[in-house]
């Protein structure tokens, strides 16, 4: 077991919030623009979750431009070519020695202290599964290990998070399992999420605002 004490890294992996681009599956109900808008809030309220963590760095590795949205103590970078494997290995392949962390876009209701102890607590791996059979989160003391351990995981499927969480075990890594969390990827999703974000949710409020505009 690798024993680290340091704070992390702190990586967000996501995608500019143009319409047409981002949240497809919440279309319909809701058109392009109005899902690309609850995008950004669940972007934003990522960002603003992670800077409230302690870190060493914090990196948005971005499909994209950064817009109005971005607030300041994040480096930006690109995302590599290929698969989300590959954008995943990528982001890791960013990092220096010692534990990192990396998280999406879609899960707003995310809070600091879930994350509070990554780094910190003597695992050689973290794993954040979602709901519908993929992960929110996947950390690592080591982060020269994502190459191989994430290269081929078959994205997006309800075996994804089983396949990669198998592969930690399986390379002798202590795993720190996170709590279940819901992505928002469907209307259903995205009111399931919104009831359970933080006061102050900027998720919650856009999604309220689009609720009352259809009325």
Partial sequence: MTIVTAAATLLIIAKEPVPGRVKTRLTPPYTPSEA???AEAALTDTLHTLLRVPARRRVLVLDGTPGPW????????????GGLDERIAGAFALCDDGPALLVGMDTPQLTADL???????????WFGPAADGGFWALGLADPSHAGPLVRGVP???ERTG??????LVEA?????DLP?????????????VAG?????????????LLAEVAR
């Avoid at 089983?162 to 592969?167: A, G, S």
């Fill in 70 to 81: 971005l607030q300041s103590g994040f480096d930006i970078v690109p995302q590599v070519p």
């Fill in 115 to 125: 994350l509070a102890d990554v780094g910190r607590d003597g695992h050689d791996a």
């Fill in 155 to 157: 994205m997006s499927t």
């Fill in 180 to 192: 279940l969390l819901r992505d928002v990827d469907t209307a259903s999703d995205a009111a399931s």
């Fill in 36 to 38: 690309a808008a609850l």
């Fill in 172 to 176: 002798g890594l202590a795993v720190c």
């Fill in 196 to 208: 359970l974000c933080p006061p102050g949710s900027r998720f919650a409020t856009a999604l309220d």
């Fill in 162 to 167: 089983p396949i990669l969480r198998r592969r």
